[in-house]
């Protein structure tokens, strides 16, 4: 399996979980068992482009955002406070 399958396998399940959503709740949407879910998320099995578009709707992400690894919001969230933070610190330096 390539980097990026993998990558795309490590991503399912990164977005699956950062909205609390089980494997078994996944598998149902997406007209799959979690067994291949599970396979997919593990990177022993490549997601069909059908599922793919299923995961695109589902999480109502563009496809792209399942093949590259975009912040997820909390990631993008914690990454604006941590530069607020840093604002912050600076500015206070300069008082």
Not at 10 to 39: E, P, V, Y
């Amino acid at each position: 399996m390539s980097t990026q399958e993998a990558a795309i396998g490590n991503r399912i399940s990164r977005i699956r979980k950062h909205r609390g959503i089980t494997q078994q709740q996944l598998a149902d949407a997406l007209g799959i068992d979690r067994a291949s879910l599970s396979q997919i998320e593990t990177c022993r099995y490549s997601p069909r482009a059908e599922t793919i578009r299923k995961l695109s709707d589902f999480f109502q992400l563009p496809i792209g955002d399942i093949f590259f690894n975009p912040l997820l919001e909390a990631d993008r969230d914690r990454l604006i406070d941590s530069l607020n933070e840093s604002l912050e610190s600076v500015s206070s330096m300069k008082r």
